[in-house]
């Protein structure tokens, strides 16, 4: 009797934890505007003064991290007639305007703007060429684990989000796919763009036995954490019902700073794949995962 409410319990702690994922899902809905920004004064940008030239490299600055933030799908100027054009990619029609009001050459006077609901319909894929580090070091990364679990269950736990949520954060969001979202958030009470690996995607996979996908740095790499280095998990079945699974970080970039990311990143795997032996071997006592 007591195994049966024991059982029951289990059960019903894991609907509510699902429930909860589902209400905390951190992926908005999107919409597109079309903002002008319109010079205040005429002649306009040829006179432009020492001031305003100190504006406009903010201005540059603040549009650029949109881009990183994915905020900002396009922007420059337009010189006949003159306004700067740039397209927003955000939740709502309020933090669009908020963010324009809030653009370095609209505080300072230099421009006013206007704005309209825009659809996107059609966008070909630009990838920033400093998505990636100009210069890559020959460096890997590279730690394993070893389960007591079935290929599925290993494969599952690293290419879903109910698997991530097992044991890398409570907070996910995957698509396996070619390009799909993989992101981990460790915090859902941080701005979108500073929880986690916001904006990463999957690379390649090839089903049961590997996957590949994007990482970034944490917040506290400033620039570092818009240069994103590449994971690959390989998945081997061994003789004696066990999986070794073996990540490769790769695509460092040199210097001291990549230092201090390379650094991190070997403490941080080294936890999270403790932590996946864990989850598997729990999994296996409870007899397996049911899907």
């Not at 201005?59 to 990183?68: E, F, G, P, T």
């Not at 397209?87 to 300072?108: C, F, G, H, Q, Y």
């Not at 490769?248 to 990311?261: A, I, K």
């Amino acid at each position: 009797m007591k195994t049966a409410i024991a059982t029951i319990i289990c059960l019903l702690t894991m609907l509510s934890a699902s429930l909860i994922a589902e209400e905390k899902s951190p992926m908005p809905e999107y919409k597109e505007y079309l903002v002008r920004l319109l010079g205040t004064r005429p002649g306009w940008p040829d006179n432009m003064t020492e001031d305003e030239q100190k504006v406009m490299e903010k201005h540059y600055y603040y549009l650029q991290n949109l881009v990183r933030e994915e905020k900002c799908l396009m922007a420059g100027p337009c010189m006949d007639p003159v306004f700067g054009l740039v397209i927003l990619r955000v939740t709502s029609e309020e933090e669009a305007k908020n963010i324009m009001d809030n653009e370095p050459s609209v505080t300072a006077g230099v421009h006013t703007y206007d704005i309209n609901p825009l659809h996107v319909s059609l966008m070909s894929m630009n990838i920033p060429r400093n998505r990636y580090p100009d210069t890559i070091s020959d460096r890997m990364l590279v730690k394993e684990a070893v389960v007591a679990a079935s290929i599925d269950d290993a494969w599952h736990a690293w290419t879903t989000t109910e698997g991530l949520n097992s044991f890398f954060s409570e907070l996910a969001y995957v698509e396996l796919r070619v390009g799909g979202p993989f992101e981990i958030y460790f915090s859902d009470e941080i701005p979108y763009g500073q929880r986690g690996s916001e904006h990463c995607k999957i690379l390649s996979f090839l089903p049961k036995k590997m996957l590949s996908f994007e990482w970034n740095a944490p917040p506290s790499f400033n620039e570092l954490r818009f240069i994103h280095t590449r994971v690959v998990l390989m998945f081997d079945e061994l003789d004696d019902g066990k999986v070794k699974v073996t990540l490769s970080q790769l695509g460092w970039g040199t210097g001291e700073n990549w230092d201090g990311v390379y650094n991190y990143f070997d403490k941080a795997w080294s936890y999270v794949m403790s932590n996946f032996e864990k989850s598997l071997a729990e999994d296996s006592c409870n007899g397996g995962r049911e899907r």
